[in-house]
């Protein structure tokens, strides 16, 4: 009985409904994926920024070190 | 003297200081009917759906033109440092905010009340319709505006690129009273009162000037004494 | 011995989201959304973190107004900063969803454009900070416009649903339930999302507040150079 109803319900769906189907998943996980990557990415570069944030702040405590050093 | 004798001679010396040299309002005045000129260029004037995004632009015009009377607020004191001498004074913080706040309100609201009939002229928009219900809600956004404009203007006023800051400040904060004020605007513009489904809106403007009043007459001590 | 503690977290965070990454990507498919529906994984927790990062904001600046004492300040800049990189994250996220369920990148409703206002509002904080020299200014100043701005955005919430909305609301902890509870445990469980992303974000906290003592040394180094 399963098996009939189900096959009667196959022989609706054309292949351009299972196309469109596939295509609707497909863009459904490409869009996840950008969703993830924006998300990390963002926060990924907001570390790089205060990475390069500490590195400039220790470059120029040093150098003022060094000069304080050399007028002293 | 009382708390509010004292903002009101804040209040009357700005004004007073602002009708003789007339720099603030007519510099509004114009940048404002500059913007008016700008809109129509953006937008049909002479269409219906122009109209029904008037009250829309009408406060985008308000808040533009605010800006410049708020610039100055602060900073008119700045050379000579009359603003130490203010705050030196024997009257509190909140008095010398209060005082200003009114006397921009006036200011704001006199270049609002010239700008309307001109409005009406450029966009072919009857604004007399509901004359009182339009001047309710002109009161009650502009006092927002001004409030929320003054603190922020006494916040940037010994700032580099103060003129750059202070729309940067306000306008984010302004959002729920420029948009009460568009909405109310909008309905009354188009001919019709302010009806129960309005109502809410009010009371947004309502509120939002009641607790910013309380929080800027609080706060700006803190921010103008240290 | 800071340093480690920062390690251990940070390290703690990373296998946290892979555990949690792994478990996401073994749930079954929401029925009506598809795959795109699990971004709320991520998406619903950047807001929570992101709204816990304003409300330390606020007690910090108010801390720091009563005490004067400029390690709250210093937690007031730390904490607002994430909280705008989290609070980007959740919109950028979010607008994507919105590309695939509404069909537009960017819909005006209640929560998005409170979010972006917000966004604004702490973005010219930081701003502010950034033209004013003088510190102890700064601090003062920047305190009092961060409890400004604490305290407008509910009411640009509310202003906002006055207007509309398409949002849905929440789905969680509703007594008719959609939301499965291992998925809800995958947020706000001890080792879900929500606990890594608030781990997460109090890492780098930690990390920027070292920079503003490292600022603050620079800045007396300056003075000191300039003095001789």
Request: net charge neutral; with cysteine.
């Amino acid at each position: 009985m399963n098996f009939l109803s189900n096959s009667l319900l196959l022989a609706q769906v054309s292949a351009d409904d299972v196309a469109r189907e596939v295509a609707r998943l497909q863009r459904n996980y490409e869009f996840l994926s950008y969703g993830l990557t924006a998300a990390w990415v963002i926060l990924v570069v907001y570390v790089l920024m205060m990475v390069a944030r500490e590195r400039t702040l220790k470059r120029e405590i040093a150098n003022l070190k060094a000069m304080l050093e050399e007028k002293r | 003297m009382g708390f509010f004798r004292q903002a009101l001679v804040i209040t009357v010396k700005d004004l007073r200081a602002e009708i003789r040299t007339k720099e603030a309002i007519n510099a509004s005045f114009a940048f404002a009917l500059v913007i008016l000129v700008l809109f129509s260029f953006a937008f049909d004037p002479l269409e219906d759906t122009t109209r029904d995004i008037s009250g829309g632009l009408l406060w985008i015009v308000f808040a533009f033109a605010g800006t410049l009377i708020l610039n100055r607020s602060f900073a008119r004191e700045l050379p000579n440092d009359c603003l130490d001498a203010l705050i030196a004074a024997p009257i509190s913080g909140a008095a010398l905010f209060l005082g200003k706040s009114v006397a921009n309100y006036l200011l704001l609201l006199a270049v609002e009340l010239v700008s309307l009939p001109v409005f009406g002229i450029f966009y072919n928009v009857r604004w007399t319709t509901q004359f009182w219900q339009l001047m309710l809600v002109l009161v009650l956004g502009t006092w927002g505006l001004t409030l929320i404009g003054t603190f922020c203007s006494a916040l940037t006023v010994n700032i580099r690129l103060r003129e750059v800051m202070l729309p940067m400040l306000t306008y984010p904060a302004l959002v729920p009273v420029l948009m009460g004020s568009m909405q109310l605007t909008m309905t009354l513009m188009a001919g019709k009162p302010i009806g129960p489904d309005m109502v809410p809106w009010l009371k947004l403007l309502a509120g939002f000037d009641l607790v910013f009043t309380a929080a800027s007459l609080v706060l700006v001590e803190i921010v103008l004494v240290g | 011995m800071r340093n480690n503690i920062l390690y251990g977290l940070g390290a703690a965070v990373i296998l946290l989201l892979v555990r949690d990454i792994n478990l996401i990507a073994g749930f079954p498919q929401e029925a009506s959304q598809g795959a795109i529906f699990k971004i709320i994984f991520f998406h619903v927790p950047m807001a929570i973190t992101a709204m816990l990062c304003s409300s330390v904001a606020l007690i910090a600046s108010v801390m720091f107004l009563i005490t004067r004492n400029f390690k709250y300040d210093a937690v007031a800049v730390a904490v607002t900063e994430v909280g705008l990189a989290f609070l980007l994250g959740n919109l950028v996220t979010g607008s994507i969803w919105a590309r695939i369920i509404w069909g537009v990148w960017w819909a005006w409703d209640v929560r998005l454009t409170s979010a972006l206002v917000c966004w604004l509002l702490y973005a010219g904080y930081l701003m502010l900070r950034r033209a004013i020299e003088e510190p102890t200014q700064r601090a003062v100043f920047a305190a009092c416009f961060s409890i400004f701005a604490f305290i407008d955005v509910p009411i640009v919430y509310l202003s906002i649903r006055l207007f509309r909305t398409q949002h849905p609301g929440p789905v969680f902890f509703t007594s008719n339930g959609s939301f499965p509870p291992d998925w809800t445990a995958a947020i706000f469980g001890p080792l879900g999302t929500l606990m890594a992303l608030m781990m997460l974000a109090t890492v780098l906290t930690v990390i920027r507040l070292s920079q503003e003592d490292s600022q603050r040394e620079l800045d007396s180094l300056r003075r000191m150079a300039h003095a001789m």
